[in-house]
């Protein structure tokens, strides 16, 4: 089955220093791949996604993504971090079923904390 | 163009009660999908319609249902309410099978 891991569950950083975000996918095909990230009490905004050519993304808010199919990793980054990207964020992989359905699998989540 | 509006954004119900939430998708978008978001669990896939028909379901059980209709807008039910289905109620649609936009979601919470 597709799977997504996250392994940092919590991540600190000081405001100003770079960031990086792991997420490492199960898929048997090309993956699509997604980040999205979470404010307290909001939904899930979609910060960039994959399909495929370059395997660097860029996304909204400064933030990119590196695809790398031989450590099946897309890790999220941003050279410099500001408060306002204290956030959860999460990785995700879309997969499609036999009737074009497509879901969604989410990793469990890394929760940002930005020290000023 | 407007994004996803889900209602209500917040809900308190009791142990037995049913409930019904609403999504409505950005608009030309056929396809809607629902996610429970917990502490425990995350984010966990529920069903997705399109064109008023459901095409997928995730392992839950029978007490959640969902519909839409035909301006794709959809509602999902909850019906004999356990504390366990205190949680954020996540909507989404998309255009294509691609790219999926979420909407702010329903706190469900149930005493």
């Known amino acids: 089955a597709q799977s997504v891991t996250q392994p940092d569950i919590h991540i600190t950083v000081s405001e100003g220093a770079s960031l990086e975000l792991r997420c490492n996918y199960s898929?048997?095909?090309?993956?699509?791949l997604f980040w999205y990230v979470q404010s307290p009490g909001q939904g899930l905004q979609l910060l960039l996604k994959y399909f495929s050519g370059d395997t660097l993304v860029q996304g909204i808010k400064g933030f990119e993504a590196e695809f790398k199919r031989s450590q099946s990793s897309f890790n999220l980054r941003k050279p410099s971090v500001h408060w306002s990207d204290a956030a959860e964020y999460f990785c995700a992989v879309v997969t499609l079923t036999q009737g074009g359905s497509e879901k969604l699998v989410f990793g469990k989540g890394t929760k940002l904390t930005v020290n000023p | 163009k407007a994004g996803v509006t889900q209602t209500p954004r917040y809900l308190i119900k009791t142990r037995g009660q049913q409930v019904t939430l609403s999504c409505s998708p950005i608009?030309?978008?056929?396809?809607v999908s629902w996610y429970q978001q917990t502490p425990g669990q995350g984010l966990q896939f529920l069903f997705e319609?399109?064109?008023?028909?459901?095409?997928n379901k995730g392992n839950f059980p029978g007490r959640f249902s969902g519909r839409q209709f035909s301006n794709s807008r959809s509602e999902m039910n909850v019906s004999t309410l356990e504390l366990g289905d205190s949680a954020l109620y996540l909507c989404?649609?998309?255009?294509?099978?691609?790219?999926?936009?979420f909407g702010p979601g329903t706190r469900l919470t149930v005493l």
């Open positions: 989404a649609s998309s255009l294509n099978w691609d790219t999926q936009y």
């Open positions: 898929y048997g095909a090309t993956p699509y």
């Open positions: 319609y399109f064109s008023e028909t459901q095409r």
């Open positions: 608009s030309g978008h056929r396809s």
